[in-house]
């Protein structure tokens, strides 16, 4: 039996994105999931692991480990055969670094601020400028596509098993416009071929945006 275990819940982008990353590596793991909806985060046994009380949580031996960026490099740092996931060329690695900021601050954060008020407090009202928001983080990934097939140069990295998840978890947000975003259409498209990609993302991925669905109003 492995002695990963991964906390979390399917409907969350960074739980996804540490899933997808755990295939690409072909590493077994157990899985637990914590159901959100009903404060399973909470709860004492959750909170002595992880007090912030968010997932995912990495168990790799009794050494824990939370937010999915922290999560996803030390598992190709520790178990990848190459390192073409996460390069250790310092450019390289510096660039894919970069990406998955852009997730956790743009891109997540934009996707964050809609959906934890609805899924904490019922909030349905949702802000115009919330909104732009969610647009401005699909211009500048279709940016950082221009010339490219993957977020980093024309190879696979965590950068995009990160990006991917929140993506497609933003049209319960905003719909992806495919004419005005056909690079991450085709980004987006290329991914879903992945082996792996569609049970590890787009069934959670699907769920999460039911919730959203006709749930929310623009004001």
Known sequence: MSNIVLYGTDISPPVRACKLVLKALDLPYQYKNVDLLKGEHQSEEFLKKNPQHTVPLLDDNGLIISDSHAIVCYL??????????????????????????????????????????????????????????????????????????YVVGDT?????????????????????????????????????????YKEENDLGAEQFISHLKGALTIV
């Open 76 to 149: 190709v740092d520790k178990y990848a055969k190459s390192d073409e996931l996460y390069p250790k060329n310092l450019g390289k690695r510096a660039l894919v670094n970069q990406r998955l900021y852009f997730e956790a601050t743009v891109l997540f954060m934009s996707l964050k601020n809609v959906c934890a008020p609805y899924f904490l407090r019922n909030v349905t009202n949702v802000p115009q400028e919330k909104i732009d928001n969610v647009e401005q983080g699909y211009k500048h990934l279709e940016n950082f596509l221009t010339s490219d097939l």
């Open 156 to 196: 696979l990295t965590i950068a995009d098993l990160c990006c991917a998840a929140t993506v497609s978890s933003l049209p319960g947000v905003l719909e992806l416009d495919p004419v005005k975003y056909p690079k991450i259409t085709a980004w987006l498209e290329r991914l879903s071929q992945l082996p792996y």
